[in-house]
């Protein structure tokens, strides 16, 4: 008696990715259907169906490459620039307040900002004693020529205090700066700016024990401040200071101030402060609640704060303009997925005839989608960022790339993928397998 050989295994014709067939073997697999894909294989599935279609692929991630290349860029040049104008404001002083001469009138004619004398070296003194005042420092000053051996200088000569170092926030490059004793003592000392010292001497770093002409009185240099730059008002490093009472007795003759500089203890006391100096000068003043004031007064925390609010604001309106072209990628993925969709109709017809479930035809397609728009991404990161890089070699632009920037516009990138994958994805996962199968 023979015994019968057991059954072999039933042949079948499975798909590749790319739509060719193949010969294999469907075995059974316990709590899972035949034929169906799991997430994790739907991952290889499309990136052998992007492998098949390189060209497209490439093509189809170039608004999203040239979207989130627009967005790092633009926001590490508005960072940069922010941050340069931030600390050139900064290099005017933290937490001061300007007080200077309104206009003067006379025969109802306006002399201009700053030419009034109502300012006295009294108000100085008295500002002094107000809660939150951390310094004070009178200012009478003058333009005159600088003159050392055969060079000579045109700049701006200020007498200050010798608090003024800390209230206009100077660093000194070279030797120091005067003392309070060379301020009582009315002593001839002068601390040149940087345009000043390389005007005058070869190296700036020489001119320390020097002696200089100012107007006409020898004067010996103790020091050459660090660099500050342009700044509201012109060149900063276009001045040299004295003394104040070397200035107000010797230089000037003046018994007026031009501006007194107030340092607040901090941020948080400069509302307080700028009050109590207004009302206090108006009642030395002796000014009627119906007068204006003969005084200005000026605080750079706020021009900080609105400089830098306006550099964002701009920032973040370039780069929304930058993101509409990361909408416009998403929209190309979307078309181009369903080209992808119409093509591959047979072959989504033959993946649930042996058994693909719809979820797993719209992951596959899903994910392909998001693929792209993550490939987009990172490319236009890198794109992004050496550009920017390359407008600061190439141009001396200040850049900054903040690590959320690079977060949010590859984040962006693959929630566009994922939203406009959604509808080719779910448009291949309803086709009709039978109607799939007799596309042609």
Avoid: C
């Avoid at 499975?14 to 899972?32: C, D, I, K, Q, Y």
């Avoid at 004693?129 to 000579?152: E, F, K, L, R, Y």
């Avoid at 390359?390 to 984040?411: E, T």
Wanted: no cysteine.
């Amino acid at each position: 008696m023979s015994v019968a050989s057991p059954a072999a295994p039933t042949p079948a014709v499975a798909v590749s990715p790319t739509g060719r067939a193949t010969f294999g073997v469907l075995a059974e697999r316990p709590n899972r259907r035949r034929g169906g894909l799991r997430f994790t294989q739907s991952i290889p599935s499309a990136l052998e169906a992007l492998r098949a279609n390189k060209g497209r692929a490439i093509l189809t991630t170039l608004g999203i490459v040239i979207g989130v290349a627009a967005v790092i860029s633009i926001v590490a040049l508005g960072q940069g620039s922010s941050a340069s104008v931030t600390s050139r404001l900064a290099g005017l002083g933290t937490n001061v307040l300007t007080l200077s001469n309104a206009s003067s009138r006379s025969s109802g004619i306006a002399g201009g900002a700053g030419t009034g004398n109502a300012l006295k070296l009294a108000d100085a003194e008295a500002i002094e004693n107000i809660n939150g005042v951390a310094a004070v420092s009178p200012i009478v000053q003058g333009n005159s020529q600088i003159i050392a051996g055969n060079q000579n200088w045109q700049t701006r000569v200020q007498g200050v205090r010798a608090n003024y170092q800390q209230i206009g926030n100077w660093e000194v490059a070279f030797g120091g700066w005067f003392t309070e004793e060379d301020d009582t003592g009315a002593r001839n000392v002068v601390v040149l700016g940087q345009t000043v010292a390389t005007s005058l001497f070869s190296r700036p770093e020489s001119a320390v024990g020097q002696y200089v002409l100012v107007r006409n009185i020898p004067t010996v240099v103790v020091g050459v401040l660090v660099p500050k730059g342009s700044g509201f008002g012109g060149d900063q490093d276009d001045a040299v200071y004295v003394p104040f009472n070397m200035a107000r007795v010797r230089l000037f003759g003046a018994s007026n101030l031009n501006s007194i500089s107030i340092q607040a203890e901090s941020s948080e006391a400069m509302p307080q402060v700028m009050t109590d100096v207004t009302n206090l000068i108006r009642q030395r003043h002796r000014l009627q609640a119906s007068q204006p004031n003969d005084f200005n007064i000026r605080n750079n925390n706020s021009l900080v704060e609105t400089v830098t609010g306006v550099s964002q604001t701009m920032t973040w309106l370039l780069g929304g303009v930058a993101a509409v072209s990361l909408v416009v990628g998403g929209i190309g993925i979307m078309n181009i997925m369903l080209v992808s969709v119409t093509e591959r109709t047979r072959e989504i017809g033959i993946r649930m005839a042996i058994g693909a479930r719809g979820s797993d035809i719209l992951a596959q397609f899903l994910i392909e989608a998001v693929i792209l728009s993550m490939l987009g991404g990172v490319i236009g990161i890198v794109i992004g960022v050496v550009v920017a890089y390359g407008a600061n070699y190439l141009a001396g632009w200040a850049i900054s790339v903040p690590p959320w920037s690079i977060g949010l516009a590859f984040g962006f990138s693959a929630a566009v993928g994922i939203f406009f994958g959604i509808y080719p994805a779910r448009k291949a996962s309803k086709l009709d397998p039978i109607e799939a199968l007799r596309y042609q």
